[in-house]
Nanobody
Framework: EVQLVESGGGLVQAGGSLRLSCAASGETFDDYAIGWFRQAPGKDREVVSCNSSRDGSDYYADSVKGRFIISRDNAKNTAYLQMNSLKPEDTAVYYC?????????????????????WGQGTQVTVSS
């Protein structure tokens, strides 16, 4: 079983940056797919970005493409989401999740893909 703990959220002005971290424990997540999600008040949870496997591709939602960067440090069992040029509409609780490696293009972004483990979330608030 994998336990995930997100950190790095906070309050930032529009145009600013934050880096979220997702620390995993319990077992190594080298071969897992990693996803970052967010849920704003009154809205459904949406996938923001994912990395399909240890040496796999990165994918981004159109709303964050060019502004967010997903990365992973397998030696530290930690994943990151660098968020730049933040907008008020990025305000949400952000979650990381891991699941089996995916070898289908964009598979980890698909709604039907089941992530096995989830973190508790970290709040990101972007003021205008």
């Amino acid at each position: 079983e994998v336990q995930l703990v997100e950190s790095g959220g906070g309050l930032v002005q529009a145009g600013g940056s934050l880096r979220l971290s997702c620390a995993a424990s319990g077992e190594t997540f080298d071969d897992y797919a990693i996803g970052w999600f967010r849920q704003a008040p009154g809205k459904d949870r949406e996938v923001v970005s994912c990395n399909s496997s240890r040496d796999g591709s990165d994918y981004y939602a159109d709303s964050v493409k060019g502004r967010f960067i997903i990365s992973r440090d397998n030696a530290k069992n930690t994943a990151y989401l660098q968020m730049n040029s933040l907008k008020p509409e990025d305000t949400a609780v952000y979650y990381c999740a891991v699941g089996p490696a995916v070898f289908v293009t964009g598979g980890c972004m698909e709604p039907r893909y089941d992530y096995d483990y989830w973190g508790q979330g970290t709040q990101v608030t972007v003021s205008s």
